[in-house]
C-alpha cells in the first residue's frame, strides 16, 4: 500500500442504533483532527471504518458482508473493524482477509491512532491489529461531538446495560452501565446549539440507566438541557414501559422543550412470552404506563420493537401482542424476527419456533403497524390542522421532516429547509407521512 500523497481520505460505514451513529460521528471527527478527509463510504478511500452491530444473526452477516464488499472494491485500502460485532467475534472477523485492525467497544477513538501507523509505515500490517480489551471494570469513554449530519443531533448519555434479557447479546457486546457526567452532556449539547442543532436526543444502550452508576438524575438532566439556548426540542432515545411511572411523568410534563414521543423497547405483548424474555414487566403493566403517560402529556406518540418467534411463542401468545399492538396504536413499529444469539439463554431454549411461522408472524405485524401508522397521522391530521415541523432532508423532490410528536411530514419547496422549524398546513395522509403545505 503506498502513502497518499495528500490528505489521506476515510469513511465510515455504520450499522445499527442510535448509539452506533453518534460514536461513528465521535470517530469521523477524531479521523479529521489527525487530517484524514471524511467521504461517504460508496466513494474509492484510503482508509474504510466498519462499525459493527450484533443484536442480530442478520446484523452479524451484514457487517462480514460489508467488510467483504469493501475490501473487494478497495483490495488496497487500510480497512478498521469496530462495534459489537468487533467486540463478541474478533477472531472471526479476523478470519476476514484483507481485515488490518480490530477495536472493541472498549475505546473506539483508538480507531483513529490506529488509522495513522500505515500512513507512517507505507504498508499494510501482515496480520490484523486488535484493539479489543474487556468491559468489565470499564469506565465511560469520553468522546464529544460538535455537529452531527442531520439536524436531529444524537447525544450518548450512557453505555451499557445490565438487564440479561434471555434473548440478547448485548450486555457482553457492551459491558456495564457507565455514564457520561451531566456536565460533559451539557457542554456538548451547548456546542451543538452553537452550531446550529435545534433538537438532541439523549441516548444510550438502556437510556433510563443514566446516573445509576454515579448517582446523578435523568430528570436533573432533562432540566438542564431544557434551559440551553438554541436547542429547540429534546427527545429521548429507547425506554422501557417501567420508566413511565407517576412520579417520572410528573417531572418530565413540566420539562417544556422535551417531544410527546417516546420509543418504548416492548419486544412483545404477551405476559407469558416477556416472562421468558426475563423483561421487568408485564403486558398489564405496560399498558397502565402508556396510558399514564397519554394522561399525563396528551397528543403523545409512541414507537416500539416488537420480537416475532421467540422460543415457545405460540398462536395465543402471538395473538396477545397482536391485540396488545392494536390497543396500544402504535405511530411506527419494528418488527424483528427471533434470531439466536450464542451464549444465550434463549438460543438454548426448547420449543424453537420454524421460520416460516416467524415469517407469517412477522407479516401480519408490519401490516397492522401500516395500519397503525394511517390511523395515527389521520388523528394528528384532525387535531392539529397546522403543525411546526423541523425539516430535514428531501426525499423524492420534497422535503421531509418530523413534528415533535415524530409524525413524518413532507412539503415541496424550492428554498433550502435543511434545519429549518417551519409551520405548515397538514393536507392529507400519503404513503407512511403527512403531505403538507408551507403556504400559511
Known sequence: MSVTESRPSAAVLTQGCKVNQYESEAIAEALTARGFTIRPPQEVCDLYVVNTCTVTAESDRKARQAI????????????IVTGCSAQKAADAIAAIPGVDCIVGNRNKLAVADAAVSPWRAGVKPARPLLEVGTLEGS???????????????????????ECRCTY?????????????????????????????????????????????DTGESLCDLLDAVNGIDGIERIRLGSLEPTLMRPA?????????????????????????TLAAMRRKYNAETALRNIENTRAALPGVQFTTDFIVGFPGETDEDFAETMEFARRVGFLATHVFKYSKRAGTPAAKMPDQVPEEIKHARSQALIALSAESTAHCLAEILAAHPTETVLFEQKIGGLWSGHTAAFAEVRAASDADLHGELRKVRLDKIEDGYIRAALNL
Open 168 to 212: 440478547c447479546a448485548i450486555p457482553d457486546a457492551r459491558g456495564p452501565v457507565r455514564s457520561k457526567p451531566a456536565e460533559a452532556v451539557l457542554d456538548e449539547v451547548r456546542g451543538l446549539a452553537a452550531g446550529g442543532c435545534r433538537e438532541v436526543v439523549l441516548t444510550g444502550i438502556e437510556t433510563a440507566s443514566f446516573g445509576a
Open 248 to 272: 417520572f411523568l410528573d417531572r418530565i410534563a413540566k420539562v417544556g422543550k422535551l417531544t410527546p414521543h417516546f420509543h418504548l423497547s416492548m419486544q412483545s405483548g404477551s405476559s407469558r
Open 139 to 161: 469506565a465511560f469513554e469520553a468522546m464529544t461531538i460538535t455537529h452531527f449530519e442531520r439536524t436531529r443531533a444524537y447525544v450518548k448519555i450512557e453505555d451499557g446495560c
Open 68 to 79: 467483504r464488499r469493501l475490501l473487494s472494491e478497495n483490495p488496497e485500502a487500510f480497512l
